[in-house]
């Protein structure tokens, strides 16, 4: 069954160096997503991705994170000067469809440690 | 902006036993409704969605239910086995913005043998 991939799994940084967060989605697959997860709170949204620019994002989505796809497969989430509070799970998930139908496949997470 | 609130956070049945679970939100503009399941350590994984233009659906052991009226919508798992031990989301979202999902804080639900 196809799935989508998330590199790295766990990644420890300092505070204030950037981050650079990959994910393959699968491969048919055209609208692309970041959520992230606190831990013990809730999943939250941060951006959609479709035809090479952002459809929506959230308040969370500031000045200090960007998002990519710099080639055929790859999607990645840059976070420019991360904060102690940046420290989540980044899940990555991807869609065949932007509209009320398909399924959301999600990754198996980035752990963020911001020190 | 959507509100999410589900209840209970934690949840622990006997293997055979109804498990449920409920979730309210806030815009009544909301008409796509899905569940998902995480065991440790793995990604969510849908596991059954409702729309806004049914109030129930079913499969297998798992139904969702809806009430548009109330905004509350529901989980609803039978003869619950050790291997629905997970954490389970509720969310919801928008016409328009069916991918800006927004999550409920999920449950942890213990089937104990």
């Known amino acids: 069954e196809p799935e989508v991939t998330q590199t790295p799994s766990h990644q420890v940084t300092q505070m204030g160096q950037e981050v650079i967060l990959r994910c393959v989605p699968i491969s048919n697959h055209l609208y692309f997503y970041w959520y992230r997860q606190i831990l013990g709170q809730k999943v939250e949204f941060l951006v959609s991705?479709?035809?090479?620019?952002?459809?929506?994002k959230s308040e969370i989505f500031d000045d200090q994170f960007s998002v990519e796809r710099p080639d055929g497969s790859n999607f990645t989430l840059k976070i420019r000067s991360t904060k102690l509070e940046d420290s989540a799970m980044y899940f990555c998930?991807?869609?065949?469809?932007?509209?009320?139908?398909?399924?959301?496949?999600f990754g198996e997470g980035s752990r963020l440690t911001v020190l | 902006g959507e509100n999410v609130e589900q209840h209970p956070s934690t949840l622990s049945v006997q293997e055979g036993d109804s498990a449920v679970i409920k979730c309210t939100y806030s815009d009544s503009a909301s008409n796509y409704f899905p569940w998902y399941k995480q065991e440790l350590g793995k990604r969510p994984q849908l596991i059954i969605d409702i729309r806004s233009n049914v109030g129930e659906k079913k499969d297998q052991r798992i139904a969702v239910t809806l009430n548009k009226t109330a905004k509350h919508f529901s989980l609803h798992i039978t003869e619950t086995q050790p291997e629905d031990s997970a954490v389970y989301f509720c969310?919801?979202?928008?016409?328009?913005?069916?991918?800006?999902?927004?999550f409920g804080s999920g449950t942890q639900l213990t089937v104990l043998p």
């Open positions: 991705f479709y035809n090479n620019e952002i459809s929506e």
């Open positions: 969310a919801a979202s928008r016409a328009g913005s069916a991918r800006q999902l927004t």
């Open positions: 998930a991807s869609s065949d469809s932007g509209v009320d139908t398909g399924e959301l496949f």
